[in-house]
């Protein structure tokens, strides 16, 4: 079974026949929502929205531990996740899709750790490498077979929120090597990988960041409701072919 965390814009799956909704309880408090449990073409999957069903939880607010913990606890092995970034790299244009292999994280106060000491001992989780590569080659095989265009690589840069950064702040982020910039893909994907799960991120760019591009004097999200639209689609088709791949 495949599951799938779906971002802003992403809050219900195409041609997923659902078969059931479970509430899930965590040692960490409550997921964004029920998990919801089908098959796209009989392929099963489970999919939770990030931030709710209602899209009412804020990037900083999400309880990062329970979403995975629930997930994990359903013994899936992949786990998918659909993250809206702002561009920073030129080729990195509102519409574009991406799949990201680094990450730089500037979030803080989150929690971001199943290991707080006490009863768990210390573990240092590797994160050399923050996405998994064979399930991040498998979302590039399934790109490829639904003859949809995405970004091979890229380094996802996660910062706090809720607001939108400055033109200082994505000049900076784009020097340390960031080329996207997103709130919710960090303490997601570290959290995945203490808890034993294959992570990857499927980046759709809604709008340039802070400076970049059109985003020079400020960000428009509104605008870039069109072409990020049609971005959606092409994951959809992206999602329908990795359940096969
Ligand atoms: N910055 C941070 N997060 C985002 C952006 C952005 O420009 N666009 C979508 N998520």
């Known amino acids: 079974m495949l599951a799938i ?32 449990f089908g098959d796209i073409n009989e392929h099963q999957v489970v999919f939770i929205a990030r931030h709710g069903y209602g899209h009412t939880i804020p990037p900083h607010e999400i309880n990062y531990r329970a979403n995975i913990w629930a997930l994990a606890e359903q013994k899936v092995k992949r786990v998918v996740s659909v993250c809206t970034v702002g561009g920073i790299r030129d080729d990195l244009p ?46 590039l095989k399934a790109a490829h077979a639904a003859g949809q265009k995405v970004v091979d690589g890229g380094v996802y840069a996660a910062t706090q929120g809720p607001r939108l950064e400055t033109a200082a702040e994505i000049n900076r982020i784009f020097n340390d090597g960031g080329h996207m910039v997103g709130m919710t893909g960090m303490p997601e994907a570290a959290l995945a990988r203490e808890a034993g799960l294959r992570y990857a991120t499927i980046a759709v760019v809604s709008n340039w960041a802070a400076g970049r591009g059109n985003s020079q004097h400020h960000v428009d999200l509104a605008a870039a409701e069109g072409v990020f639209g049609e971005a959606i689609e092409h994951v959809h088709r992206i999602l329908e072919a990795l359940v096969k791949v």
């Not at 802003?8 to 026949?17: A, D, M």
């Not at 899709?97 to 994280?105: K, L, R, T, Y």
């Not at 803080?108 to 590797?126: A, I, N, W």
């Open 94 to 139: 509102p519409g574009t899709v991406a799949v990201p292999d680094q990450i730089i994280d500037y979030t803080s106060g989150r929690k971001h750790t199943y290991f707080e000491g006490g009863d768990k001992p210390v573990t240092h989780v590797d994160f050399t490498e923050p996405y998994n590569p064979k399930l991040r080659a498998r979302i």
């Open 5 to 36: 965390i779906g971002g802003t814009g992403l809050t219900r799956l195409k041609n997923l026949k659902i078969t059931h909704r479970q509430v899930i309880r965590t040692p960490y408090g409550e997921p964004s929502g029920a998990l919801t």
